[in-house]
């Protein structure tokens, strides 16, 4: 794994390019080739000359959720809502408040009381290393969420922020913790011009739970939905040898969890805790478009899988001498065959 750099502070992204007088597409993008070995530098807005017609971009349609809530008792506690399990539980992460960000938190609470009268009944931890508990909310969650909640943010961003800057333009389904960034810096005018270039744009949806910065882990399982619209054309996009692109890891690890044994993509619809991880190589997409990882994230991985751990090596140098900025709110990569 990547992890022979440091990530100064000042690389990254505090608050959305908005805040900045800028567009949500007036980041950078960089474009790696695996096959060439090439590393080349561009705005985001120049994506579609960077595709060729009949390409395939997969986006995610999840909607982020409002997913923090402060406990009014213990004071100075916060509760994150990762996932809803299918019992009706939710896993819930609960966090010590620190400005206007959050940090790890080691108490063993049976109950919060939250905003609003709410109750928030956590299960014991099956274990001190676990940090997400399961949890029962006295009410339906997402509508107390959208009532009560704010957008998950980490000490890296300046001031709250509003839970549309954590939409992406393809956000349809709630149900994610935390944005799938891979897409924020889309536009309705940037995805016309995908279009009109005859790049093709269809959905999965799988909702993220929480990545608290201060982890390097594998994701927990989340739930996905791959439309049998989007399987036919990613298979049928694979037979003509038309490149497949993720929006986002968390495309690549809907996809590949649908691969059937044939190597067709499938409908389907469950939980994934899939991490692609070399010398296995992605059987349903060819390229990647995703955010600029930290060090020893399992995400750099599925980056190596795409790129091979020289070339992506040399990708974060560069990222890092030209002042890419990371996070949610930064700079992306484009990993193409």
């Known amino acids: 794994m990547l992890t022979g750099f440091d990530l100064p502070a000042g690389a990254e992204a505090h608050e959305p390019p908005e805040l900045r007088g800028h567009g949500r597409d007036d980041v950078r993008l960089m474009v790696s080739r695996s096959g060439t070995g090439a590393v080349s530098h561009h705005g985001f807005r120049g994506l579609p000359e960077l595709l060729d017609p009949g390409d395939v971009l997969v986006v995610n349609t999840s909607a982020t959720l409002p997913a923090a809530v402060p406990a009014v008792e213990p004071a100075g506690l916060v509760a994150h809502f990762s996932t809803e399990l299918p019992d009706g539980a939710w896993l819930v992460e609960v966090r010590r408040a620190e400005g206007d960000s959050t940090v790890r938190h080691h108490g063993r609470e049976p109950r919060l009381r939250l905003p609003g009268g709410a109750l928030l009944d956590l299960e014991p931890a099956p274990s001190d290393g676990e940090r997400l508990r399961r949890a029962r909310l006295d009410r339906p969650v997402l509508p107390y969420l959208r009532a009560h909640g704010r957008p998950i943010a980490y000490g890296y961003v300046h001031g709250p922020r509003h839970i549309g800057e954590y939409q ?79 929006v986002g890891t968390t495309v690549v690890r809907t996809l590949e969890s ?27 997409v060819t390229g990647l478009l995703t955010g600029l990882h930290e060090p020893r994230a399992s995400h750099l991985l599925m980056l190596s899988t795409f ?31």
């Open 168 to 246: 992406t333009v393809f956000a349809a389904h709630p149900g994610s913790a935390e944005m799938p960034s891979a897409a924020r810096p889309f536009t309705a005018e940037l995805v016309l011009r995908l279009a009109v270039r005859g790049v093709l744009i269809t959905p999965i949806t799988l909702h993220t739970g929480v990545a608290s910065a201060e982890y390097d882990e594998a994701p927990y399982p989340e739930r996905y939905r791959v439309p049998a619209a989007t399987a036919d054309l990613v298979t049928q996009a694979r037979a003509a040898g038309r490149r497949v692109v993720a």
């Open 258 to 284: 649908a691969v059937a044994d044939d190597g067709t993509v499938r409908a389907a619809t469950g939980w994934t805790d899939l991490v692609l991880a070399p010398p296995a190589r992605p059987r349903a």
């Open 307 to 337: 790129a091979g751990e020289d070339l992506l090596a040399r990708c974060y140098v560069e990222a890092l001498d030209r002042g890419y900025r990371w996070h949610e709110f930064g700079d992306l990569h484009l990993l193409l065959p």
